[in-house]
């Protein structure tokens, strides 16, 4: 199955990406590899998914926002691919911040949220490497943040 008939069995869209809202690009890509700037939790009617894990926002609702990351993401992704995710050969890793308590530990569970995903989308492709970050903040009080590496074709 391709990784688009993956993506259209399990009913998802993918938007282009936002606009930076900083001093930054939202993609540099440098040989075959694509480094994705961190992008934040945004629910579906594009407002800033916010709060903190262990406080307000419980490990279940981390990892959907974490998926939704994962969808924007892939996003991104196609556009730094020039419109076609099958020219991905590998995702290489993936780094999550979490906003959460200083006692709270399931920044890896809530990350599983994203690479459950990329994994079912991308297949052996979507295995990759990975850091999972407990934080004080994010940008704009966002509950996750994250950023991809992947290799192209």
């Known amino acids: 199955m391709s990784v688009y008939e993956k993506l259209q069995s ?22 075959n590899l694509v480094f994705l700037s961190g992008h934040i939790a945004k629910k579906a009617d594009g ?19 974490a998926r939704a ?9 196609q556009e730094a691919c020039g419109g076609d995710l099958n020219r991905v050969t590998r995702i290489v890793k993936v780094m999550s ?25 991308f297949g052996d492709a979507g295995k990759h490497a ?3 970050f407990g934080v004080a903040q994010i940008p704009r009080g966002a509950c ?4 991809l590496i992947a290799e192209i074709k």
Do not use: C, F
């Open 69 to 77: 990351i994962a969808i924007d993401l892939l996003g991104t992704l």
């Open 47 to 65: 407002s800033v998914w916010a709060g903190q894990l262990g406080k307000d926002i419980d490990t279940a609702e981390g990892q959907q926002a």
């Open 144 to 147: 996750v943040e994250i950023e």
């Open 10 to 31: 399990l009913d998802i869209t993918l938007a282009p990406p936002a606009a930076p809202v900083a001093a930054y690009v939202m993609y540099v890509q440098t040989g």
């Open 97 to 121: 911040l979490v906003n959460s308590t200083p006692d709270y530990t399931d920044q890896h569970l809530v990350t599983n949220g994203a690479s459950e995903l990329i994994g079912e989308v």
């Open 130 to 132: 990975r850091s999972a």
